[in-house]
């Protein structure tokens, strides 16, 4: 009893103490002056709003945030709305591609004049089809450079499906067989090469597909085997033709398409040693393939057979010295280097114009490349920069094995040089390439295409 009562003492004590303590506090403060009360509250009510800014600043953080978020992960969404493209064309791209097309022009008529007068009974009938060709080609540039991005963004599928119905009416009895291979569709008037249409058709597809299925990409079922399949069907169609070089072709296509849409390296290494050895086993299968491959080794071990064209080429390289002997004074076009207008004119101009009229084309490409590679690093969406960088794939590597074939650095394997060699649909497709990197050239802002 004695500790219940001690305990509630103690408490009323500390009770009162308490009570005096706030009874001292009010008394104070309704002493104080009038304004210094006011100053107190404007101090609380200045606290208050510098609480509920930083608030409002901590959230204006959190949404910049989900922002950077948005635009990161919408490149990977297949219903992103396209960039706008109202903006003026690269016209230096234009400019490159325009004086290549009038040097290849040139080269056309100097290279062919000869065979078209022994052929036709008309000097400028190479000329006049591939000028008719060019101007077809400015029309089809025009109409993918002008085209609506949305319009051309629902093309893929279709574009698959007629350059593969295309692909596969030169395997029946009306396609013309050429040089032991059907390659061509005779459309009376002229003949269409489908494999030149049949490049962007895939590139179209693999930017869309590995644009929209980043998510999937990284897998092997659902991210490497549909491109590889698609790939795989056209390069079946190819070889039976057969044209080997043009599924190498493809294939190297697949390959930088692959690296650049973020395919999981250990899939594009057991795919490149696969597509190797099946490169091998299929060179090594047919007899024709062997003979080239030897005359690629060394062409004067059958200087008048399978390595003829090769040493042709290095006899026009070889005369053509520093500076050539002259735009039109070239003696392999004499009936000495076969396809001397088509897929050797590397080699013409490599006599005409000499080391340094290769020269000056190499850097023309360079330049053109430079454009293109600007156009895709400039690109906001993810879709728009794969077809970029791969319709400037597919020119880069016509230009680059054709080259090659012509010093003997690869062997010969019926690839046209870009802009420069005779022929239709390879100089159409070309142009169309370039039409639709200036469609996406559209959307880079001013200051970075002058820059």
Not at 28 to 56: G, I
Not at 253 to 267: D, K, P, T
Not at 325 to 335: I, T
Request: positive net charge; hydrophobic residues 50%.
């Amino acid at each position: 009893m004695r500790e219940d009562f001690a305990s509630q003492q103690n408490f009323l004590m500390r009770y009162a103490e308490a009570s005096e303590r706030a009874r001292k506090r009010v008394a104070e403060s309704q002493a104080r002056p009038k304004e210094e009360r006011k100053e107190d509250r404007k101090e609380e009510r200045k606290e208050r709003v510098n609480d509920k800014l930083r608030e409002m600043a901590k959230e204006k953080v959190r949404e910049q945030a989900m922002a950077v978020t948005v635009e990161r992960v919408q490149p990977n969404n297949a219903k992103q709305t396209p960039a706008q493209d109202n903006g003026p064309f690269d016209w230096w791209l234009f400019t490159i591609m325009m004086t290549l097309l009038a040097i290849g022009l040139v080269m056309v008529l100097s290279a062919s004049s000869i065979v078209a007068e022994y052929t036709y009974h008309d000097k400028y009938y190479f000329f006049k089809r591939q000028v008719l060709y060019a101007g077809l080609g400015v029309v089809a540039l025009f109409a993918a450079a002008l085209a609506p991005r949305r319009l051309l963004y629902r093309t893929h599928y279709w574009a698959l499906f007629v350059t593969l119905i295309l692909l596969a009416l030169t395997l029946t009895p009306f396609a013309p067989t050429i040089n032991g291979a059907k390659r061509w569709i005779n459309l009376g008037f002229a003949s269409l090469q489908p494999m030149e249409f049949v490049k962007i058709a895939l590139v179209l597809y693999l930017a869309y597909f590995m644009s929209a299925k980043q998510e999937t990409v990284r897998t092997f079922w659902r991210g490497v085997f549909p491109p590889c399949f698609v790939t795989s069907l056209y390069c079946v169609i190819l070889l039976s033709q057969p044209d080997f070089g043009s599924a190498i072709v493809l294939a190297g296509i697949l390959f930088f398409m692959c690296i650049a849409g973020g395919i999981r390296w250990v899939y594009i290494s057991w795919s490149l040693v696969l597509g190797l050895a099946s490169m091998a086993l299929l060179a090594i299968s047919a007899p024709y393939r062997m003979e080239r491959l030897k005359a690629f080794l060394d062409p004067f071990k059958d200087p008048s057979g399978a390595g003829y064209q090769l040493i042709q080429s290095f006899y026009a390289l070889a005369s053509g010295g520093l500076f050539g002997v002259g735009v039109g004074a070239s003696q392999q076009k004499m009936f000495y280097l076969p396809e001397a207008h088509n897929d050797f004119i590397m080699s013409v101009i490599g006599e005409e114009m000499g080391l340094l009229g290769i020269t000056i084309i190499m850097l023309l490409f360079a330049c053109l490349f430079w454009r293109c590679f600007r156009i895709v690093m400039a690109q906001k969406e993810m879709r728009a920069r794969l077809s970029c960088f791969g319709l400037t794939a597919i020119i880069a590597i016509g230009a680059l094995t054709n080259l090659a074939v012509v010093m003997g650095m690869l062997p010969p394997k019926g690839v046209a040089m870009p802009l420069l060699s005779y022929g239709g649909s390879n100089l159409i497709a070309t142009m169309l390439c370039i039409g639709l990197i200036l469609n996406f050239s559209r959307s880079v802002p001013s200051c970075e295409k002058l820059s």
